[in-house]
């Protein structure tokens, strides 16, 4: 079985965005486009020769594929080892669980996490570093700047490995090792969470469901949840991973998973509903006719953080992406521990996971997760969820709304407007950096800017900086409108708008935060100019 060295034509649209490289699966199947991405990994990423690489994916199409075309290029460039999940399955957060366990010095992730799948959909994959999380801007930068002149691939020629079963392989003498996908994570939520409590809660009269929307934490769940600590069973739905994923998006939000917050209505309505994206690393989290924003989700788990056992002692430190609402800053002030403001993406809490400056970091985009593993953890926010409600005795609207009395309220909404043209979109941007510098002392729509800049980040750890990473408008009232463009969208550009209104009164804290969000919404309108400039009349998504 020798290792052949193929030449080929490098890519030039190989760019990684916000979590990976996301194409429409034909770009993927299309040519050497997958074979010249990994290679690159392969020539920038020296220190996985000789070392472990974790491999694993979402299940959607083109996942088995891949993972065989990976293994036959790690073997011929001198990797080490590879662990592969069972049926080539890892969800993102247990492969960034592997990854640390294992001491591995990086892993592959296939996924285009929420996006749909199918032969029609979209696929990605993502190269995750030895700490377990997402590559730094800089190693991306550096695979990108080797795709585009990649000209050769290395491939031995073996027979598949068998994915389905557990065991031990060699593929051209490498070590190739099929694990259980789940028994790794399953024991790490062991160690942080209060099992006993959360049996407890879900053997009693308590009734929950957990959507797995035919994702990948369909078995993750069942394990832990119907398995583990005794939900009944059915207490998971749509449990089955599905290369298309029957159709959906697998996008846990109100719009996507709208049957699961059917089940969560009036007085017959569940206690609580979560749902995860196509990775499993997004959480939606539901009490009985009460959404829970991802912002407030976050701010929450961190106040209640002494609940769970892990953090008995309590949390070092929060941190949330830019357009995050504020929620958070005022538990952190309270608790008089750090908060940090980083930029989209969950690359950037790596650092300061690391250092341990924080322990807990969210994002708007149902993203929410802890120091346990470097990337955001769907089923770890539903068990942190379970573990406050089993230990506080409290509805999930009691809880929040208790919290908004402490707090006040963040009234937050996302506006996204999706296939818009990306000339139009880059205007529309263009537009609104060059107003910047005129807009702080004025007046939009009666209300005082009190900042206006084009959001940059400077890394407290390794000094990095990243620019442009989204247009913020603060004003004196605390309310916020952040514009920027989506970096994981396969098609055009998605613009999301987001809206942020503080209330710090009880007695009005109870609006439909459209309704609380009216003037922010008009006012980000007309500064924009977004119907005159996209020609879209409304949002495509409100979460
Ligand atoms: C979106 C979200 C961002 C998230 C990213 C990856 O990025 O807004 O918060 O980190 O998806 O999530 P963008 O650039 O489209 O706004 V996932 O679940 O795809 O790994
Ligand atoms: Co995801």
């Not at 809660?201 to 009734?207: A, D, E, T």
């Not at 991802?294 to 309590?314: W, Y």
Request: net charge negative; glycine share 10%.
């Amino acid at each position: 079985m020798p290792s052949t060295t193929y030449s080929t034509a490098p890519y030039t649209d190989q760019r990684p965005g916000t979590s990976g490289l996301r194409k429409r699966v034909e770009v993927f199947r299309h040519g050497n486009y997958l074979k010249n991405f990994v290679q690159s990994v392969f020539d920038t990423q020296t220190e996985l020769a000789g070392n472990t690489l974790v491999l694993g994916g979402d299940g959607r199409f083109f996942n088995r594929d891949a993972i065989q075309v990976i293994l036959k290029m790690a073997s011929a460039n001198g990797i080490g080892r590879v662990i592969v999940g069972q049926g080539g399955l890892l969800s993102t957060p247990a492969a960034s669980c592997v990854i640390r366990k294992y001491k591995a010095a990086g892993g592959l992730i296939l996924s285009a996490s929420h996006n749909p799948g199918g032969p029609d959909g979209d696929f990605g994959i993502k190269f995750n570093t030895a700490n377990g999380g997402p590559a730094p801007e800089k190693v991306t930068e550096e695979i990108y700047a080797r795709t585009l002149e990649v000209g050769s691939y290395r491939l031995c020629d073996a027979a598949d490995v068998n994915l389905d079963k557990i065991g031990e392989y060699t593929l051209n003498k490498m070590p190739v090792q099929v694990i259980d996908p789940v028994t790794d994570y399953a024991e790490l939520m062991v160690s942080i969470f209060d099992f006993g409590a959360i049996s407890a809660l879900l053997k009693g009269s308590f009734r929950m469901r957990f959507d797995a929307m035919h994702a990948i934490t369909g078995p993750y769940a069942k394990r832990i949840l119907e398995q583990m600590l005794g939900a009944p069973k059915g207490t998971v739905i749509n449990g089955e991973p599905l290369e298309d994923f029957g159709g959906h998006h697998p996008d846990p939000n109100l719009v996507h998973a709208a049957e699961l917050v059917e089940m969560t209505r009036g007085p017959e309505g569940v206690d609580f509903a979560a749902a995860s994206d196509g990775d499993g690393d997004r959480n939606m989290i539901l009490g009985r006719d009460f959404f829970v924003t991802p912002s407030d989700s976050l701010a929450v788990l961190a106040a209640n953080a002494t609940c769970i056992p892990a953090h008995r002692n309590g949390i070092a430190g929060v941190a949330r992406s830019m357009p995050t609402s504020q929620a958070v800053d005022r538990v952190a002030t309270a608790f008089n521990i750090e908060c940090f403001e980083t930029p989209t993406g969950w690359k950037f809490f790596g650092n300061l996971l690391d250092a341990g400056r924080i322990t807990f970091c969210g994002e708007e985009s149902f993203g929410t997760g802890s120091d346990h593993v470097r990337e955001k953890d769907g089923l770890w926010a539903v068990l942190a969820w379970l573990n406050v409600l089993a230990i506080r005795k409290q509805s999930v609207a009691e809880i929040v709304t208790a919290h908004w009395q402490q707090y006040g309220r963040n009234y937050y909404s996302r506006h996204d407007y999706e296939g818009v043209k990306s000339k139009a979109a880059d205007e529309l941007m263009a537009g609104l950096r060059a107003r910047l510098p005129e807009l702080p002392g004025t007046l939009l729509d009666g209300l005082e800017v009190s900042y206006a800049d084009d959001f940059a980040y400077t890394d407290p750890i390794d000094g990095s900086i990243s620019q442009k990473q989204g247009v913020r408008i603060g004003f004196s009232s605390g309310s916020r409108i952040v514009f920027r463009l989506s970096g994981t969208g396969t098609v055009g550009a998605t613009l999301r708008v987001y809206l942020e209104a503080y209330e710090p009164d009880p007695s009005q804290q109870s609006l439909d935060p459209q309704v609380a969000l009216a003037g922010l919404i008009t006012t980000a309108n007309n500064l924009a100019g977004i119907s005159s400039i996209t020609g879209r009349k409304k949002p495509d998504v409100i979460t």
